[in-house]
């Protein structure tokens, strides 16, 4: 399964080291201004090789649209986008070719499939979430444009958490930081884990403002549960919360409702979903990343040929996939909204009516 959403819906291809990775974004509503710059900055947010807290990989991860779009307008008509592969050392990977990788999917992958693409993961590798990314680009033009805001931040990395979330602090973090106070200790951490050959976890926010009432499609595809399914669909996320999540399980339910008053809710513990709908709050969710499974020591492993051995990785990774994973899941977010914005659309015999001037 390669594709994600009903009405706007999108399928990515491509390995790590193949040619290309790309998407098809199907269901964009004709006459969006697509911009590509716009594009290509959501894809720099999230492409490696940029500071000391990312792999050192430079994936230039530029961006070309190949169809979908007239002049700087959306046709109606799939939207397809490709991005060439143009740094991958596929003999970084040499060594572990019948391997496999500690806390990566190559056990499962070939026990599946019975195929070893050895170079980088192939399609387990998260490079594929470049074109997530990309096709969240095309999701948020259009929120855009019925004034929907998608925001993500890093809230902890390795047991240091934020108290507090300044989501325009993101903008300027090498981290995407969202609380300046704890900002330095963070990087701290990741650095003293990538010298010691190891790697750390971290937790993302995403933040969905100025929903209309009413997005969700119950009983079986509730925002929520979607918004779930987009965010652990994502590599090395281990769970989700939504709203205060966990922490509501031991509130009362006096501490954890949200009164509401004729103006709005006088709180915001359920995170803006109620009964799988949007319920017009900001829609907040807790995004629980692994720590990056590829690290530089010796582990216990097997090969292929089921032999164990002790072995210690070569290449290039992230210490921390948290940080460029917050991108990612404020793309899958957007991507879950804008299917949902359509969807929501034919939910009254009087708007299909009024959509048809009847
Ligand atoms: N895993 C690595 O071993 N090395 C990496 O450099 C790496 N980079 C990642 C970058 C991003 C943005 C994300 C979201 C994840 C990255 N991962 C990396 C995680 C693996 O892709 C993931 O752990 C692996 O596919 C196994 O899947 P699972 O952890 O979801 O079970």
Not at 293 to 305: A, D, K, L, V, Y
Not at 317 to 346: K, Q, T, Y
Request: proline share 3%; with cysteine; hydrophobic share 40%.
């Amino acid at each position: 399964m390669n594709r994600f959403g009903i009405r706007f819906s999108f399928t990515t291809f491509g390995e790590s080291h193949g040619k290309a990775i790309g998407c098809v974004v199907d269901g964009v509503p004709a006459g969006l201004t697509i911009d590509e710059a716009y594009i290509q900055r959501e894809l720099d947010r999230r492409k490696p090789g940029q500071n000391a807290y990312a792999t050192a990989r430079k994936e230039e991860d530029t961006v070309e649209i190949l169809s979908g779009v007239f002049e700087g307008k959306s046709t109606g008509t799939p939207i397809a986008m490709v991005i060439y592969n143009t740094n991958q050392k596929s003999k970084d990977y040499s060594n572990i070719k019948d391997i496999f990788r500690p806390g990566h999917a190559d056990y499962t992958y070939w026990h599946k499939y019975g195929i070893r693409d050895y170079r980088g993961g192939g399609r387990s590798s998260a490079r594929e979430t470049a074109a997530r990314v990309a096709a969240g680009a095309i999701a948020k033009l259009m929120l855009r444009e019925v004034g929907i805001t998608v925001k993500s931040g890093i809230s902890e990395i390795a047991g240091i958490a934020a108290s507090s979330f300044d989501f325009d602090h993101v903008l300027t973090s090498e981290i995407y930081a969202l609380d300046p106070s704890v900002e330095q200790a963070q990087k701290d951490a990741i650095l003293l884990a990538k010298n010691d050959h190891d790697s750390v976890g971290g937790v993302a926010q995403v933040r969905i403002e100025n929903l209309p009432v009413g997005l969700g499609e119950p009983l079986y595809y509730k925002l929520d549960a979607v918004l779930a399914d987009a965010m652990m669909g994502i590599n090395a996320v281990k769970a989700v919360e939504i709203g205060d999540g966990l922490l509501g399980t031991r509130l009362h339910g006096s501490e954890n409702n949200d009164p509401i008053r004729h103006s709005g809710f006088e709180s915001n513990h359920s995170g803006g979903i109620l009964g799988g709908i949007s319920n017009g709050d900001a829609v907040r969710l807790s995004v629980y990343f692994k720590p990056t499974p590829s690290i530089f020591r010796e582990q216990h492993t097997t090969t292929t040929e089921g032999e164990d051995v002790d072995f210690a990785l070569k290449g290039r990774h992230d210490p921390c996939v948290a940080i460029r994973g917050s991108v990612v899941c404020e793309a899958m977010a957007a991507l879950v909204v804008a299917d949902m914005l359509l969807l929501n659309m034919g939910r009254t015999i009087e708007g299909v009516a009024r959509y048809y001037h009847v």
